[in-house]
Nanobody
Framework: QLKLVESGGGLVQPGGSLRLSCAASGLTLDSYVIGWFRQAPGKEREFVAQISWNGGSTYYRDSVKGRFTISRDNAKNTVYLQMNSLKPEDTAVYYC??????????????????WGQGTQVTVSS
């Protein structure tokens, strides 16, 4: 059983940066495609970014392209989401998820098998 734990969330001013981490245990992370999703209050959970098994391919939703960077360190069993130039509309609970398939397109929740508990990101002055 793969367990995912997110960390790194917090309160940041608009224009600031945060780096989220997704640490895995139970199974080796390099067997999985990893995605980041987010859910704002009153809204559905939405896809943010994903990274392939070896980190060679990435895909982002349009609104975060150029601001967010997903990366992974399989030796540390950890995936990261570097978030720069944060905006108030980025405020949400951020979740990482693990799945077995890759597609260079926005992903749906059902395509991922394992989920973390989430970490809160608040962008506010």
């Amino acid at each position: 059983q793969l367990k995912l734990v997110e960390s790194g969330g917090g309160l940041v001013q608009p224009g600031g940066s945060l780096r989220l981490s997704c640490a895995a245990s139970g199974l080796t992370l390099d067997s999985y495609v990893i995605g980041w999703f987010r859910q704002a209050p009153g809204k559905e959970r939405e896809f943010v970014a994903q990274i392939s098994w070896n980190g060679g391919s990435t895909y982002y939703r349009d609104s975060v392209k150029g601001r967010f960077t997903i990366s992974r360190d399989n030796a540390k069993n950890t995936v990261y989401l570097q978030m720069n130039s944060l905006k108030p509309e980025d405020t949400a609970v951020y979740y990482c998820a693990a799945g077995s398939s890759w597609s260079p397109s926005p992903r749906t929740l059902s395509e991922y098998d394992y989920w973390g508990q989430g970490t809160q990101v608040t962008v506010s002055s």
